[in-house]
């Protein structure tokens, strides 16, 4: 009696043909990953924002983060070319890891806001911190962080007024300053935070910035291989991007995407909250303002709220501001633009 084959004709023929669909499959990946790579704009400028962003804590982005805290900074004396929006600029920072060239100690005038005050898309020289000190004749210090709100900007307030020893203190409020909120912060922790008299207000002690850094650095180097891989390659950041569309196309009107991501854990209606002067993320900002103000004047500094947004929330702030002592600056000519 013959023996049987030990494989029949059929399964080789089925492996064959799935090898093979296997390696089309990688050879279209491989070349949408160079495609991408070259054009990242070919999706669109969103993919591009996510593809090319470095505002991450991951391999590449300029942030480290502060585990007690919860907050991101960024890390010093660190250079790169930066990508928003269809802008690219040069990202420079100093020995505290904010865009100052040079970095003044003491200094006349710090500024602390989102990316606006940052500088998103612009060099150092087109700066709000720098244009304010060619203009002012002061030494100005820039504290801004792209994404930052009153949650960030107190507490880089009580970090570092000792060590600027300003005598202006100057508070950016741009109109999604409301809304992040309820991305950084549960609302037990905003509650927490109201709850504490101005003159109590206390936070976790920082982690040295050397230990952040060197914490950052070991987790990047321990990435798992597949882990790498989704950082760096364009294809995964497509699949994200993807990801990121379905969440926002998801949300019921009036909800921002961003409150789809797990670190929001929770939908707002951003219209809502922002306008809303008993909202919990106004009952924060309220707070924090007085803190500011309050800390501010110990330091024999005075607070200078600017607000970069016009109609109820221009209106609230200006109460908010006026209750705690603190100075407005009414920018309503400004927003208005050239006539």
Known sequence: MPLRPTSSPI????????????????????????????RPTLLGDAYANGALSRYTVRAGGIYYRDRTLRMNFMIPNFETTMYANGYM???????????????????????????????????FEDTLGNRLEERSGLRVVNLGLQGDCAFQEAYRLTAYIEVFKPRFVVYVFTSNDIEDLYVYLSDAAMEAFIAQP???????????????????????????????????SYVF?????????????GL??????????????RRVDRNQVSVDPASLG????????????????????????????????FEILREVAQRHGATFVDTTEFMQGPV
Not at 212 to 225: G, Y
């Open 11 to 38: 399964a080789a023929r089925v492996a064959i043909r799935l090898g093979l669909v296997v390696m089309a499959i990688l050879v279209v990946l491989g070349v949408l990953e160079v495609v991408l790579r070259n």
């Open 89 to 123: 600029w040069h990202h420079q920072t100093d020995a505290l890891g904010f865009r100052n060239a040079p970095l003044h100690i003491p200094a006349d005038v710090v500024v602390l806001g989102d990316s606006l005050v940052y500088g998103q898309g612009v060099d």
């Open 198 to 232: 101005v003159d109590a207000v206390r936070y976790p002690e920082r982690i040295p910035p050397d230990v952040a850094l060197r914490e950052r650095d070991e987790r990047i180097r321990h990435r798992p291989f597949w882990k790498r891989v989704e950082d760096e």
């Open 237 to 249: 950041k497509m699949g994200r991007f993807i990801q990121y569309l379905w969440r926002g196309a």
């Open 252 to 265: 019921p009107a009036g909800v921002p995407i961003a409150a789809a991501a797990p670190s929001a854990g």
């Open 282 to 313: 106004w009952r924060y900002t309220d707070h924090a303002i007085a803190y500011m103000t309050s800390l501010s004047r110990r330091h024999d500094a005075r607070l200078l709220v600017v607000p970069i947004t016009g109609g109820r929330q």
